[in-house]
Nanobody, 123 residues
């Protein structure tokens, strides 16, 4: 399974971006997916997760109300809409496929990872 993340770039404070993550093959209908991010010098942290049927959504407190995760199973793609961006959102964003049907904030629950896409928010 390969994951290809895209959509990152340079944006000003308050701006928006939409990240996409295409999966190379149809994942199990029971797999949740998630987004994590890693800023320079920091550990990778949870951002958002979505269950296999999009019924359950989880967000980190730091992005709640600003970011939205969604998926299109027919296209094997998961999205992350980033709004009201702040300088502290600057990081490499990674998508991942979970072993479970409901997403979690635990990195060890995810067994496939994309290469990451860089988001830079300038003030």
């Amino acid at each position: 399974v390969q994951l290809q993340a895209s959509g990152g770039g340079l944006v000003q404070v308050g701006g928006s971006l939409r990240l996409s993550c295409a999966v190379s093959r149809r994942t199990s209908s029971n797999n949740a997916m998630g987004w994590f991010r890693q800023a320079p010098g920091k550990e990778r942290e949870f951002v958002a997760a979505i269950s296999w049927n999009s019924q359950y959504l989880n967000y980190a407190d730091s992005v709640k109300g600003r970011f939205t995760i969604s998926r299109d199973n027919a296209k094997n793609t998961v999205y992350l809409q980033l709004n009201s961006l702040k300088p502290e959102d600057t990081a490499v964003y990674y998508c991942a496929v979970s072993r479970k049907s409901v997403g979690s904030n635990n990195k060890s629950d995810y067994n496939y990872w994309g290469q990451g896409t860089l988001v830079t928010v300038s003030s």
